[in-house]
């Protein structure tokens, strides 16, 4: 099956799975910037995506995704670390033109996994989780998505109906998350600035006109994933501020 | 204005295929920067054998930048500091008095050392000997009117066949991926109406082989075709992956 034993099959399903997970991304950030316009919208997502088949497929779905594309990175890169042969280079230059992501895209992708570890327990485990299982795994009601991500990033409480014992957070611990979840993003950024255009060049569609104009694309596009993603951290950055600065 | 200076060589030898290699620093004085980087190692070679030592074996034909024989790794990059250059068209004067210069051969697994800078890269012939041709007999010269090929297309064509094999797209790549090489090879033929009747096969044979020899899997980095001394150009990559891609999902 040329999907497992040529070069260029591997490196096509990596980039369909990647590309599958940016539009997904694109989906998500697009959902999360809701919130700021409206919370009541941004719950009546958060029925919408809660425990329902088609949720739970979706989520299966992206889980798969993300186990082959994980898969499939780390063969590669044992492939062509096995490829470069056993003597390494004395001295080795900087490539004008060669970017810095396009090298690193292993270790960004182990950053942007772990930080997914943190944002699954975050919000996956105490919504969808939460309201599969019937635990009580946080303050608030696991379909008032709104007021916990609030609550997570900028300490403020406006849900009616709440276990105040479980509101445990140091308030110093707010504007952290915030923090984390802007690291998160940028690399995302990096992984994604390089890898659209390395996606789409991988499926075949680029040539000599369109070469800087993909390039330009792929940035854009990663720019605007990660501008709605970080818009709601901000947003509730600068409301903690305002409490407490 | 060229001058006389005064270099160190950091040289990589390695006596066999087998042998433990390990690099050696020799002095170089007076080497007139007029000179070129080839040379100058002819100058080194004659200057060791006067002291009774082994040359250094390093590989080189024409001198002029075609035949794609000269390889070294100079200063970190394959054919030196210089951009789209071969090693022959290096000279010293992109150098300066004092300097230490470190040369390695091309190091990837489907290159292996001959002797000192010297690779095998015979597995560049082999993906050409699985599909890098027309196999059809194109008989006697037709008159150039009858088959009308659009200017552009012909250009691109002749600037995928500028790739002279030398291996460095193989050398520069950090997943010793063959894909600059290839793509050219597979690009020539195929925007051509003579080749585009065999691309589907031709994509699909090159790359099996290319596969087989342990060439890494490409990640689009660009390093390759930042090096290649005759700028092919990367937009040749995407054209086979294209041809690679329709192929199969034609079987
Ligand atoms: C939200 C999650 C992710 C998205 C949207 C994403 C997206 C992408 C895209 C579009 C590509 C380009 C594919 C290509 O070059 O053809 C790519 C490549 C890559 N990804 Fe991811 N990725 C994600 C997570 C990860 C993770 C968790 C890892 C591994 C730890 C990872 C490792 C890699 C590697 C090594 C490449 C380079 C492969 C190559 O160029 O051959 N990615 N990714
Ligand atoms: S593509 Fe460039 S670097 Fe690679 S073999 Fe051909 S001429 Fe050399
Ligand atoms: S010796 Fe022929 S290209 Fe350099």
């Known amino acids: 099956m040329w999907l497992f034993n040529s070069s260029i099959g591997r490196k096509f399903v990596m980039s369909i799975t990647g590309m599958a997970l940016v539009l997904f991304l694109l989906f998500h950030a697009s959902m999360n910037f809701v919130l700021i316009l409206s919370e009541s919208g ?36 044992f492939q062509n ?22 090298k690193n895209m292993l270790a960004l992708g182990f950053v942007v996994l772990g930080f997914l570890c943190l944002h699954l ?22 379909q008032n998505g709104a007021a ?9 409480v406006t849900a009616d109906n709440f276990d105040s014992s479980m509101l445990t957070m140091p308030s110093w611990s707010h504007p952290v998350y915030c923090a984390l979840y802007l690291v998160w993003l940028a690399a995302i950024w990096f992984h994604l600035t390089h890898g659209i255009w390395s996606a789409l060049h991988t499926m075949g569609f680029n040539n000599l006109i369109w070469f800087n104009r993909i390039k330009v694309i792929s940035c854009v596009f990663a720019s605007l994933i990660v501008l709605l993603f970080a818009a709601v951290p901000v947003y509730y950055l600068a409301v903690f501020c305002g409490i407490h600065c | 204005m060229d001058q006389h200076i005064n270099i160190k060589v950091k040289v990589w030898r390695q006596a066999g295929p087998k042998a433990q290699g390990h690099f050696e620093t020799y002095e170089l004085k007076n080497v007139f920067q007029g000179a070129s980087f080839l040379e100058m190692i002819d100058i080194l070679n004659e200057q060791l054998i006067s002291e009774k030592k082994d040359p250094i074996a390093f590989d080189h034909d024409c001198r002029e930048g075609i035949c794609g024989m000269c390889s070294l790794y100079v200063n970190g990059h394959p054919h030196g ?47 050409m000997q699985a599909g890098g041709f027309v196999s059809v007999n194109t008989g006697g010269v037709p008159d150039a009117n009858s088959i009308a ?39 020539q033929l195929a925007l051509l109406p003579q080749g585009k009747v065999e691309a589907a096969r031709r994509a699909k044979a090159m790359v099996a082989k290319m596969d087989e020899l342990g060439f890494g899997n490409c990640t689009n980095t660009g390093a390759c075709a930042a090096e290649c001394p005759k700028s092919v150009s990367l937009a040749n990559i995407a054209r086979l992956n294209r041809e690679f891609i329709c192929a199969k999902f034609q079987d």
């Open chain 1, 81 to 102: 670390r096995a490829a470069r042969g056993t003597s390494r280079y004395e001295e080795t230059a900087k490539v004008w033109g060669v970017d810095w992501n396009s």
């Open chain 2, 149 to 187: 090929i659009p200017k552009p297309v012909a250009d691109e064509a002749m600037d995928a066949a500028s790739c002279i094999g030398c291996g460095a797209c193989a050398a520069a790549c950090k997943n010793g991926s063959a894909m600059l090489f290839v793509s050219a090879k597979v690009s």
């Open chain 1, 121 to 142: 327990y975050n919000f996956w485990f105490k919504m969808q989780f939460a309201e599969l299982t019937g635990l009580h795994t946080g303050a608030f009601d696991p």
């Open chain 2, 81 to 127: 500091p210089d951009q789209a250059i071969t090693t022959c068209q290096l000279h010293m004067r992109k150098f300066h008095d004092g300097e230490t210069i470190t040369i390695e051969p091309w190091r990837s697994r489907a290159f292996p050392v001959i002797k000192d800078l010297m690779v095998d890269r015979g597995a560049y012939d082999k993906i």
């Open chain 1, 148 to 156: 916990y991500v609030k609550y997570l990033f900028s300490g403020v």
């Open chain 1, 42 to 77: 941004y719950n009546w997502i958060c029925e919408m995506l809660g425990a329902n088949w088609y949720a739970l497929v979706g989520t299966m779905g992206l889980a798969a995704l993300v186990l082959i594309h994980f898969c499939y990175a780390l063969w590669l890169t």
